[in-house]
């Protein structure tokens, strides 16, 4: 049971390039989520997805995309990268619904440099 | 989702119990109480949650006042290893309903000293 796979673990792009960070879970959740995070500050939601086929905006969604085509799988897309979003970012997931009480389970994060 | 205040930043010896205060002061009845933290470098990790009775897993123990305007989460025999960013984060338990996800302050930045 690996949990929250988030690959690769570390990317560098030049302004301009466009990629996609990948996120895998193996625990059958509903809910996924994207999240970043700049240093010395706390996360902030990207794009989340309460159940295949069904995406929206969190707090900060310009300049990213996301599908969720699977339970498992929650791509998230760069489609023309900006220093801006030189960035770590988590992907979660989560059962959804009230009382479910397993919180959220994060992947070890993709560290982006856009240069 | 109602406000947190943590304090920036708080220090514990090895071996003693680390408490670790959050208010909450405009928490609503349905809104519930939960704990990340964050060790450097990697992804938050859950710890615990609660609504209004006290909780306790294997983790930590969490308090929550009468009111529910307060609450302290303890870890009971701090080690090295739990140095962190401890996350208080309160927010209702249904997911899906509306603006989502966690909502993450600066958190409390705890230090165990050996």
């Known amino acids: ?115 | 989702d109602a406000k947190t205040t943590q304090p920036t930043s708080m220090d514990c010896a090895e071996g003693r119990a680390a408490n670790l205060p959050c208010n909450h002061s405009t928490i609503s009845g349905n809104e519930y109480v939960y704990w990340y933290r964050q060790i450097h470098s990697q992804g938050p990790q859950y710890i615990i949650h609660g609504l209004k009775n006290n909780e306790t897993n294997e983790m930590a123990s969490l308090i929550i006042t009468e009111d529910r305007k307060s609450s302290t989460l303890i870890l009971p025999h701090a080690t090295l290893r739990d140095t962190a960013v401890y996350y208080c984060i309160v927010r209702v338990a249904i997911i899906g309903g509306g603006a989502d996800g966690l909502t993450f302050g600066k958190g409390t930045h705890l230090i165990i000293q050996p």
Not at chain 1, 3 to 15: D, M, Y
Not at chain 1, 75 to 83: K, Q
Not at chain 1, 100 to 110: A, E, P
């Open chain 1, 1 to 115: 049971n690996a949990g929250v796979t988030q690959t690769p673990k570390f990317q560098v792009l030049k302004t301009g390039q466009s990629m996609t960070l990948q996120c895998a879970q193996d625990m059958n959740h509903e809910y996924m989520s994207w999240y970043r995070q700049d240093p010395g500050m706390g996360l902030r939601l990207i794009h989340y997805s309460v159940g295949a086929g069904i995406t929206d905006q969190g707090e900060v969604p310009n300049g990213y995309n996301v599908s969720r085509s699977t339970t498992e799988d929650f791509p998230l897309r760069l489609l023309s990268a900006a220093p801006s979003q030189t960035s770590v970012y988590f992907c979660a997931s989560s059962y959804s619904g009230l009382g479910q009480g397993h919180g959220y389970t994060f992947g070890s994060g993709t560290r982006l440099t856009v240069v």
